[in-house]
């Protein structure tokens, strides 16, 4: 995509990533895709803001040229040293030497560990201003654990641009427009950002809140965040979201229900449908997720968002279903606490699943309001005693509501 300018003399000069499969390794975004913005301050000096991927190094590099020749660049502006914000830094800082490479003082130590480059780097401290010209000038404000310890995000004070780094970002390419305000399917985008903020930055919900509330003094006009759309139609709509989101950490969430089940044989698998019944006829929303092909990445922001948990799984080798027990382990590392959950399944000659269950619920903090197993297939009196499970948990559900 070419250049777009921002506001007047700022430039967005980022790339799409269509190719990768995995960001950070670990989270799928092949369908999605990901964007890595990077921005040009075409003042009287040159700043750049953030970076790309080592990947994309020449189509980074040609999206600056469009704005300033590389090599004309007075200042490199990293806000976090992730690198898939800081991967072109080596090649840049050849055809740029000149440049003064500008970020925390653990930003710069991640400099010399990741890229062995000393010279020609400055620390900025919280709240320091740089001036560009008569037309631009930036102020950094430290960000820390949104979402590393390094990380700070660059605020162009006459234009009221807020390049936030991780902070209000999301997956999804852009897709011919770059801005918020042009974007018929903003649905995507948002679903996109909570998918994200749940994958990358929950835990570590107090550090956000603090920044959200660091910022609400600071007009602002446009949010650039790091991936995924710009807001300038309605920044503060994003900020909204974080807000709600940041806040899930400690609410009891939603009153809705994510189903999680795993199956060996298919006999747990009927059991889902019945109790996914007794829910609906209470009038929760239901989202229901295969253990075995849904990624994690996938399920994570329901578990965030929504109150209860229903875990469909049978046992094996005497314990829980092994994708049901990893898929659980993922909601303890990002702390998705309290929850009204329940737990049924099949078992063929002794039952064990539960045990599991139980070890892991305590772990989770989550309420354990029932627990069931069943032995062999479903009978259809075993059946209408799933419906009713389900409306159960439902009732429950509803009960906990703050």
Request: with cysteine; glycine share 8%; aromatic share 12%.
């Amino acid at each position: 995509m070419p250049a777009i300018e921002v506001k007047p003399g700022i430039y967005w000069i980022g790339v799409n990533d269509r190719t990768t499969d995995l960001f950070e390794g670990l989270w799928p975004i092949t369908r999605e895709g990901v964007s890595y913005n990077a921005y040009v301050i075409n003042g009287e000096k040159k700043a750049l803001i953030d970076l790309a991927r080592d990947i994309k190094a020449g189509d980074l590099l040609n999206q600056i040229a469009q704005i300033v020749e590389p090599s004309q660049l007075d200042y490199i502006v990293l806000n976090h040293m992730e690198p898939d914000h800081t991967g072109v830094l080596t090649t840049l800082h050849r055809i740029a030497p000149k440049a003064l490479i500008l970020g925390t003082r653990k930003a710069l130590d991640m400099v010399a560990s990741y890229y062995h480059i000393t010279e020609g780097v400055r620390e900025v401290k919280d709240g320091e201003t740089l001036e560009l010209g008569p037309q631009h000038a930036l102020q950094f404000i430290s960000m820390p654990f949104v979402h590393w310890p390094e990380t700070m995000s660059t605020y162009e004070l006459h234009h009221r641009v807020l390049f936030s780094c991780d902070a209000f970002g999301g997956y999804g390419a852009l897709q011919g427009a770059i801005f918020d305000d042009q974007r018929p399917d903003i649905d995507f985008y948002e679903q996109e950002a909570l998918r994200y903020y749940v994958n990358i930055i929950a835990l570590y919900p107090k550090p956000v809140l603090k920044a959200i509330a660091r910022l609400a003094d600071v007009p602002i006009d446009v949010i650039a965040p790091s991936h995924g759309l710009i807001w300038r139609g309605q920044p503060q709509h994003i900020v909204n979201l974080y807000q709600k989101w940041a806040e899930y950490a400690e609410a009891p969430g939603d009153p809705a229900v994510t189903l999680l089940y795993g199956t060996m044989y298919g006999l747990t698998e009927l059991m889902v449908e019945a109790v996914a019944q007794g829910v609906a006829q209470v009038g929760l929303p239901l989202e229901i997720f295969d253990v075995r092909h849904t990624h994690a990445s996938y399920i994570l922001p329901y578990l965030y968002t929504r109150r209860g948990v229903l875990v469909g799984a049978p046992t094996y080798e005497g314990g829980m279903f092994p994708p049901m027990v990893d898929m659980l382990h993922m909601a303890e590392h990002k702390r998705i606490f309290n929850r009204q959950a329940a737990y049924f399944g099949s078992f063929g000659w002794s039952g064990g699943a539960r045990r599991d269950f139980a070890t892991l619920c305590e772990a989770l903090r989550w309420n354990a309001t029932e627990v069931w197993e069943f032995k062999g297939a479903p009978t259809p009196e075993l059946l209408r005693e799933g419906v009713a499970f389900g409306a159960r948990f439902a009732q429950a559900v509803l009960a906990a509501t703050p």
